[in-house]
């Protein structure tokens, strides 16, 4: 084997390294970005969970204003029926 050749192995193995460390440092860049986004979505479903709670609490909460709403409004009705069937009517009242 020539001196020439054995330049040229050492000169190719050493391009292949150089390559190898330059596209490892940029594989290491980018899983650190993906690591940051990855830390970011997670971020954004805990407040989108916490979120998602605070409106089911507050949809409950509606929820039951309403039945009890309604419940007084149906209490109301009956109250005000039984109070107008016991009024006298004072036409037949007098009538009679």
Known sequence: VDLDEMRAKVDATHSIATS???METTMTAEISTMRLDIGDIQEALKN???WMEDVSNTLQQMQEKEENLTEGIMNLKNEMNTKLDAKVDN??????
């Open 20 to 22: 190898t460390e330059q």
């Open 48 to 50: 989108h969970d916490s």
């Open 91 to 96: 036409v037949a009242w007098k009538e009679a």
